[in-house]
Structures are given as structure tokens and as C-alpha cells.
């Protein structure tokens, strides 16, 4: 049977997120490690959206908005603004910092935030690797429309279609918007699967699904029904029989990796934002030994 994990919410640069992942009951979905909804928020002209120069190390961050735009600096150089559509695709792997702010003309004006973004951890393999990013815009992903359904893929593959983001590991992140009384095919039934209902309202094996529920597919879930108008997000991969530990923004199988990072971070030893390397994240006060994910 389906399960249900329900939402905690935090407060992050000044933008409101409901956290579905990780969990109590669940704390990776395939190589998925953390999933936020942004928003919807409101902003008045003058605020918005403050996130300041953090690290991750040892995982990839996605970014997909619905509404409004988000500027994006790293320390690799990159400069960008992410439209609703497109996809921010950064590789942290041995260590890179970003920051989540605003262009003058965004917040000049009345404007909204209403998005994703997730983290999928990197194989131990790969844990290491070289930062990198890449910048998908909402043409260049795979996307079909049959019977009224329209199919996007994100990320990895689903349906037959390939995202051209570089994954390191079996996963696929799709985004569908379907009329009512529709039937949606799980796309890859051996992977593990949630469902996120966007808006409308899904059925799976008779029991009704709503908005700001991250539902757990049983392998027996194979078939969606929209039962109004609805727009979802189906995300998951290969079940990880090895999973790493997490703290903060650093994820890694080592837990002296973690304390290296940390290390790193207060000591300023990871590289600086151009343009914006004025302000920064502090590491939190409180240091709870790192835990496994089970």
C-alpha cells in the first residue's frame, strides 16, 4: 500500500519551503536525498529571495520553478537566471558554493517564487568528483503530449525519453500535467517511486491523493488516475543498499569527509563566489554527530 509522508516547513533565505524529504519514515526515494517545495510565496516590491553563499559537497542540486526567478551564482563562475521550465543542474561532488538571490528587475517589482529543488546524492564512486554545472532550458527537455497528457522528463529517463543532464546514477524526475480521468503508466515500475500532486487530485488503488503529500508507490502501484485536472511530479531511481551520511549541505559515506567539510568551511578554505563573496552561511552552532540514512 502507498504511503504517505507529510511535510515539515522551514523558512530559507526568506522563502517559505515545505520538506518532504528527507524523513522519518523515508529518507531517500532512489538517489533523491532531499525535496523542497518553494513556496508559492508572495514578495512585495523590495523583498525576496536571500540565500546566501553555502557548500555542499558529495551530491547534484536541481532546481525547476513553476513561477517566478531565481538568479544563481557559484564558485565555478556561473552567472544565471532561472526561468519557470528550466533546469539548474549543479554537481557539488569534492566541494562548491552557491548562492540563491534576485535580479534588480525581479525584485523591483510585486513577484512570486513557486518551485522545486532537490538534492540527489553521488554514488560513492563519484562522491568526489569535479564540481560542475549545467544550465537546461525548458526547450532543450525531452517532452510528449498523447491524449491531453503532456510529459516532460527533468531528469534521467522515463517513458522512452532521455534528459540531457548528466546523472551518475539510475533515476528519473518527470513532470506531467493531465486532464481529469486520465490514466498515467508508472514509468519504470522495478525503480522505487513517490508521487508529488502539483495541483488537482490522483487516485492509486481506489485511495485519493491531494496536493503537499509526498506519496511512497508500492511495487503493486502501476497506474496513476487523475481525478481532476492535476499536475505531478514523479520522481525516483534504483534503491540504494548503501546509503551516506548527511549533515547540513554535506552528504557523503565518510563521516570524516563531513568533518573535513565543516572544517573547510569555517576555516573559509572553499572557493569564493565572484561577485558575490561579501557575505556567507555560517556553519549551524549546534553539531549533531552525522547519522546514517536508512
Known sequence: MAQILKATTHDIGGLTVSR???HMRKR????FIFFDHMGPTHFPAGQGVEVQPHPHIGLSTLTYLFEGRILHRDSLG???EI?????NWMTAGSGIVHSERESFEVRGGEHAINGLQSWVALPEQYSDIDPSFEHIGRHDLPQITHNGVMTRVIAGEAYGLNSPITTYSEMFYVDIIAPIQRTITVPNPGQETALYVIFGEVTLSGTSYSPGQLVLLDHEDTYITTTRDTRMILLGGDKWESVPYIH?????FSK???????????EGNFPSIPDDDRE???LPASKPKAQPLR
Open 78 to 80: 556561473n552567472k544565471l
Open 256 to 266: 570524516a569527509r563531513i568533518e573535513q567539510a565543516k572544517h573547510d568551511w569555517r
Open 248 to 252: 547540513w549541505n554535506f552528504i557523503s
Open 20 to 22: 518532504l524529504l528527507p
Open 280 to 282: 556567507y552561511v555560517p
Open 83 to 87: 526561468a519557470p521550465g528550466d533546469v
Open 28 to 31: 531517500m526515494v532512489g538517489p
